[in-house]
């Protein structure tokens, strides 16, 4: 909503009234404020994820393969349905992988220079099949059609369904 009000207030029209220095000020203190929103959001989704997890008995693991990647996620899927929209759609698919890469090295890296932290084999031997899996999906659909109709897509969001429930059944079997 923030990012529409912006665009819709915007008309590229720059008033003359505001010098240079005004209008990079606002910019900045936009920023700052953008940026302690998110801090703040950030550790909203955070602490409510490990007091659910909590609640419900369930593992810190599975709170961030569910609730910490849901949240994480939401952004995304706004940026690619927009992105799809405008037809960008190199948008999208560039948009999921680097965000997997930059999670997997960035993220990781960063938090393990902060606190070592164990990585369990079973967590990795649940998880790394769903990831081939997709990839491979990926892979036939690149070789088939190099597009992404309706029904890969429905066949991604039926995988994603599985995924889940296999994983919930796994963490309370």
Same mark, same amino acid.
């Given at each position: 909503?923030?990012?529409?009000?912006?665009?819709?207030?915007?008309?590229?029209?720059?008033?003359?009234?505001?010098?240079?220095?005004?209008?990079?000020?606002?910019?900045?203190?936009?920023?700052?404020?953008?940026?302690? $929103?998110?801090?703040?959001?950030?550790? *909203? /989704?955070?602490?409510?994820?490990? *007091?659910?997890?909590?609640?419900?008995?369930?593992?810190?693991?599975? $709170?961030?393969?569910?609730?910490?990647?849901?949240?994480?996620?939401?952004?995304? *899927? $706004?940026?690619?349905?927009?992105?799809?929209?405008?037809?960008?759609?190199?948008?999208?698919?560039?948009?999921? /992988?680097?965000?997997?890469?930059?999670?997997?090295?960035?993220?990781?890296?960063?938090?393990? /220079?902060?606190?070592?932290?164990?990585?369990?084999?079973?967590?990795?031997?649940?998880?790394?099949?769903?990831?081939?899996?997709?990839?491979?999906?990926?892979?036939?659909?690149?070789?088939?059609?190099?597009?992404?109709?309706?029904?890969?897509?429905?066949?991604?969001?039926?995988?994603?369904?599985? *995924?889940?429930?296999?994983?919930?059944?796994?963490?309370? $079997?």
């Amino acid at each position: 909503m923030f990012i529409y009000y912006f665009i819709r207030k915007g008309n590229g029209n720059v008033s003359s009234k505001n010098t240079a220095f005004e209008r990079l000020s606002k910019t900045a203190t936009l920023m700052l404020l953008g940026g302690c $929103a998110l801090i703040l959001g950030t550790f *909203i /989704l955070v602490y409510s994820a490990i *007091i659910m997890a909590e609640i419900f008995g369930l593992s810190h693991f599975y $709170a961030g393969f569910t609730i910490m990647a849901l949240g994480c996620v939401v952004p995304e *899927i $706004a940026v690619s349905v927009a992105a799809a929209i405008h037809g960008e759609h190199e948008i999208s698919i560039s948009n999921v /992988l680097g965000d997997n890469i930059i999670t997997m090295t960035l993220v990781l890296g960063t938090v393990g /220079l902060i606190r070592s932290f164990r990585v369990m084999l079973y967590d990795i031997l649940l998880t790394v099949p769903s990831m081939i899996l997709v990839t491979f999906v990926l892979y036939v659909i690149s070789v088939r059609s190099n597009k992404i109709t309706r029904t890969w897509s429905l066949l991604m969001l039926i995988i994603a369904a599985g *995924i889940f429930v296999i994983e919930t059944f796994n963490r309370f $079997a």
